[in-house]
């Protein structure tokens, strides 16, 4: 950082959301809304506080991660401590939130924001952003089919994982179970078992590593060797059909709400606008 973008980050990092005295903190909020641990928002909030930095001094954009995105899209409800607190008399510019208006063209400005986003966070702080906050691009563009629910009325269950093998040994285990009842025989009934066992813990490898069966050698394709300092352009190529696949999936639409971020005008540097 130059000495300028230091002094800024030092009055960001200062910044307090949290306001004392209150029963029901900003991040009490953001935790309750998310279903997140109260550390985890805490961190969230450092993060966020990152993105805006990153906001002041970029050129041309920055795009937050989804968690990060929530912080923000909070902290815009509280209007006197964004506009006034923050925006006004902390960074001393605007700061504006910019969702997506679809398309293909916007899929890609965001994809794009989103790569140089965790580039200029590496470069300015020295570190790689968090993983568990700051989701790969796929992720972060195709895992966001967000609703607002009421939990006292409904309940929240995890959808099952389905795949091939999961739907094969539901089935063998059907097929066990109308087996053991038609020949009524113990001993059928311990080798039917011992059959289900063994099925369980062969899905159990293939779902965890579906190349198992052919790194027995240690010759298989399950990871990249360190020769060449990187994985080969297949890998790059499938991430791309992927991610933009998830941005396209309802045709011409884009990327849904939970694509934004910064225009270009409103993150060209602290201080320079009104």
Known sequence: MTSIENELWLRIEQFELDEPGVAFKFSDRLARENGWTKAYAKRVIEEYKKFIFLCCVSTQGVTPSDPVD???????????????????????????????????????????????????????FGVKPPADIWQDNQTRFSDINFQR???????????????????????????????????????????IIGIVIAAIVGVYKLESNPDWW???????????????????????????????GGHDSGGDSG??????????SGCSGCGGGD
Do not use: M
């Open 214 to 244: 052919k790194n027995k050698d240690g010759r298989g394709n399950s990871g990249c060797s360190t020769a060449g300092g990187g994985c080969s352009g297949g890998d790059w190529s499938s991430h791309h059909s992927g991610h933009h």
């Open 149 to 191: 629910v009421n939990v006292s009325k409904y309940w929240l269950i995890k959808k099952p994982r389905i795949t091939v093998y999961s739907a094969a040994i539901i089935s063998l285990v059907t097929a066990c179970a109308i087996f053991i009842q038609a020949t009524d025989g113990i001993f059928s009934g311990i080798l």
């Open 255 to 264: 990327c849904g709400s939970g694509c934004s971020g910064c225009s270009g």
């Open 70 to 124: 929530q912080a923000w899209h909070l902290h815009l409800t509280y209007t006197r401590s964004y506009w006034i607190d923050l925006c006004k008399n902390t960074l001393e510019r605007e700061i504006h939130h910019t969702p997506t208006k679809g398309g293909k063209k916007e899929a890609e400005k965001f994809d794009d924001f989103y790569t140089s986003s965790h580039q200029l966070y590496a470069d300015k």
